[in-house]
C-alpha cells in the first residue's frame, strides 16, 4: 500500500527566509509525485509535479528516490505563499493518496 | 466551462438520512474521482472513474456509499443511512488520461454535517 507522510502540521518562517516543506512517501511501484496547494477560501489546486521538473513561483521539488523524499523548497519565501501544502502521490491506476497536509505562515 | 462544479456546497442532515451529491467534471475530462477530507487531514480516495466505468473503490467505503458516472459526465456520491462519522469535506476531481500527465482538477467540495 502507498503512503505520504508530511512530518510537519505548521511551518512558520519570516518573508524572505528560505523555507521546505517535508514529503516522504512510500510505494513499491515507479511513483508521480506531487505538490498541491490550497489557499485560504480557495479550492485545491496543483502546484507543481515531479516528473515536470519546472519551478513555479519560485518553489521547486526534487524526487530522490533513495531517501524516498519529495521535499518542497522555496529560497526567498512571500506572504503570498501562505497556504496548506499536500504531497500527493498517484499510482498507475490513476488514484492518489495525499500526506495531511502542511499549513505554512510566512511572517511579515 | 469554470472548472469542475459541486452541489450543494453545504449539507446538514439527521442522523439516518440519506444524501446525495452531484459532481460536474469538466467537459472533456473522462477520468472522475471522489475524495472525502476531514479537519486535519488530507484528501482520502474514495472510488474514480473513466468515463462511466467505475475502475475502483476504496476498501474503506462502506456499503452504504454508492458512486454513479451514468454518462460518462456528471457523478453522484449517495450515502445511505448517514452517521455522524460521515460527516466531512466531499471532494471530486477530474482529469484526462494523459500518459506523462496526471493533473487532478479540484472542486470546491461539499461539506456534509450529519447531527
Known amino acids: 500500500a502507498q503512503r505520504v507522510t508530511q512530518p510537519e502540521k505548521l511551518l512558520s518562517v519570516f518573508k524572505g527566509a528560505p523555507v521546505e516543506l517535508k514529503c516522504n512517501y512510500s510505494?513499491?511501484?515507479?511513483?508521480?509525485l506531487f505538490w498541491y496547494v490550497q489557499y485560504s477560501r480557495q479550492r485545491l489546486q496543483l502546484l507543481l509535479r515531479?516528473?515536470s521538473r519546472e519551478s513555479i513561483k519560485g518553489f521547486t521539488a526534487d524526487l530522490n528516490k533513495g531517501e524516498t523524499s519529495f521535499h518542497l523548497k522555496k529560497p526567498f519565501a512571500q506572504e503570498e505563499d501562505s497556504a496548506m501544502y499536500y504531497c500527493?502521490?498517484?499510482?498507475?491506476?490513476?488514484?492518489?493518496?495525499f500526506g495531511d497536509g502542511t499549513t505554512l505562515t510566512v511572517k511579515p | 466551462d469554470t472548472g469542475v462544479s459541486q452541489d450543494p456546497r453545504h449539507k446538514i442532515t439527521k442522523r439516518g438520512q440519506n444524501v446525495t451529491f452531484r459532481c460536474d467534471p469538466i467537459?472533456?475530462?473522462?477520468?472522475l474521482y471522489w475524495y472525502r477530507q476531514t479537519l486535519g487531514q488530507g484528501p482520502e480516495f474514495l472510488t474514480y472513474?473513466?468515463?462511466?466505468?467505475?475502475?475502483?473503490k476504496s476498501r474503506l467505503l462502506s456499503d452504504r456509499f454508492s458512486a454513479e458516472r451514468p454518462k460518462g459526465s456528471f457523478s453522484t456520491l449517495e450515502i445511505q443511512r448517514t452517521e455522524q462519522g460521515d460527516s466531512a469535506m466531499y471532494l471530486c476531481?477530474?482529469?484526462?488520461?494523459?500518459?506523462?500527465?496526471?493533473?487532478?482538477?479540484f472542486g470546491p467540495g461539499t461539506r456534509l454535517t450529519v447531527l
Open positions: 472513474f473513466q468515463n462511466e466505468a467505475q475502475l475502483e
Open positions: 510505494y513499491s511501484g515507479s511513483p508521480e
Open positions: 476531481a477530474s482529469s484526462l488520461v494523459v500518459a506523462t500527465l496526471g493533473e487532478q482538477f
Open positions: 500527493a502521490l498517484r499510482t498507475n491506476a490513476g488514484k492518489s493518496t
Open positions: 467537459s472533456e475530462h473522462n477520468r
Open positions: 515531479h516528473i
